[in-house]
């Protein structure tokens, strides 16, 4: 798998842990407030605790809405997260130090990034976290001389450090599972690529063989049976020419199916108007919208995949209109099938292909290990719309 889409997987991992962060964060600061209501120990400091709490809630719900609307960088899985010590750290010491109900809130620190596929950043967190722990008890031991630091600061500690450890493996081991299946798909899409490949070579080959062979014999029985009419017509040299015309434009037509000479010759742009007209010149109107693409590993499959949808489109649909579209677009190659036709229920594809019609989810599966998305919109008696993107 390339580096670049390997790293694109791990950043939408990253983006998908720092949105339920923030998710379940607020419901945290709620648990925080009515907590905050329950401390009746010395050095209490409502007012402070209070705004402390309103200004981390505010932000909160901010950075909640910034991660749902805006697409953030790698730094996002850290951002907040400082917040969220400081913030920690300033209630506890607000609520009254170490004997304040908020304590466990440290505990949960770690374990919130340990989901964001970054070891460092959780070691990180965790030990700021063991650190903070200490900090509240320094400040609350100097406040009052009797506190002190019992035991059991010591074995808390000791638990945040062990927290802090496990998180770290616990995040360690998911980017190794992560890494794993990256390459086990990377493996995947090198063999159906390479059996795509040879199908590709067997299909040119054939292709080749019966241009060559059985097309060539039947043009030159045409050819004979053509001159022995102009000197001895009669209707079963007629029959015949017809029959041979036929079978040579049933040929033509098997030769351009499995190998397509206008694509290997002119390109994909000049394959798609063909098959476009093609498809017109059977009771359905097709619209073409085509951009000059170049992109020579793919314009097969692209092309594979148009005939698939048009195809389908003239023999189900029973359309009037179809749209083919195909565009550059944000750095992905998009083509796009779209017909008035009766459309479908979109739960009868995984049924068709259970019962052996796999000519659509074959190429779906295709595009999806090319690197592209295949999105299908459909309702009965609404049409259909088909977006294929491939990456460029």
């Known amino acids: 798998m390339p580096h670049d889409e390997r790293t694109g997987i791990l950043r939408r991992h990253t983006r998908e842990a720092v949105r339920a962060t923030a998710v379940l964060r607020l419901p945290l600061v709620g648990l925080m407030a009515l907590l905050g209501t329950a401390v009746q120990v010395s050095h209490w400091q409502p007012f402070v605790f209070t705004v402390l709490l309103i200004v981390y809630g505010v932000l909160s719900l901010i950075w909640l809405v910034v991660v749902f609307t805006v697409d953030l960088g790698p730094w996002s899985g850290w951002t907040f997260t400082v917040v969220d010590v400081v913030a920690v750290v300033s209630l506890c010491v607000a609520s009254g ?4 109900l908020l304590l466990p809130v440290f505990f949960l620190l770690p374990i919130s990034v340990a989901f964001q596929y ?3 950043l959780t070691a990180v967190v965790g030990l700021c976290t063991a650190v903070g722990y200490q900090i509240v008890w320094v400040v609350y031991s100097k406040r009052d001389d009797t506190v002190g630091f019992p035991d059991e600061v010591y074995l808390y500690f000791g638990f945040l450090l062990w927290l802090a450890a496990a998180t770290t493996a616990l995040s ?3 980017v190794r599972r992560s890494a794993t299946v990256a390459a086990l798909l990377d493996i995947r899409r090198r063999l159906v690529a390479e059996s795509m490949n040879a199908e590709q070579r067997e299909r040119r080959q054939l292709a080749e063989h019966l241009h060559d062979g059985p097309l060539q014999s039947v043009l030159v029985a045409r050819m004979d049976v053509e001159e022995v009419r102009e000197t001895h017509p009669n209707v079963i040299l007629d029959a015949a020419e017809t029959t041979l015309r036929d079978a040579a434009s049933q040929l033509r037509s098997t030769v351009t199916t499995l190998h397509p000479q206008v694509l290997a010759q002119l390109g994909l742009t000049a394959a798609l108007r063909e098959l476009a007209d093609f498809h017109s010149r059977r009771d359905v109107e097709v619209t073409t919208h085509i951009e000059e693409v170049v992109h020579p590993e793919g314009e097969e ?3 594979q995949v148009a005939r698939e949808l048009l195809t389908n489109v003239t023999k189900h649909a029973g359309a009037t209109a179809v749209d083919l579209d195909l565009a550059v677009t944000d750095g992905r190659i998009v083509l796009t099938v779209a017909d ?3 459309g479908f229920d979109l739960s009868v594809v995984s049924e068709r292909v259970a019962q052996g019609h796999i000519g659509l ?10 690197g592209g998305t295949f999105d299908i919109t459909s309702t009965p008696g609404a049409g259909t719309t088909v977006v294929a993107s491939f990456p460029t």
């Open 97 to 100: 130090g170490a004997t304040a």
């Open 118 to 120: 970054r070891p460092g």
């Open 340 to 342: 008035d036709g009766g």
């Open 172 to 174: 360690y081991v998911l």
């Open 361 to 370: 989810a074959s190429h779906l599966v295709r595009v999806e290990n090319a």
């Open 301 to 303: 499959l692209i092309y």
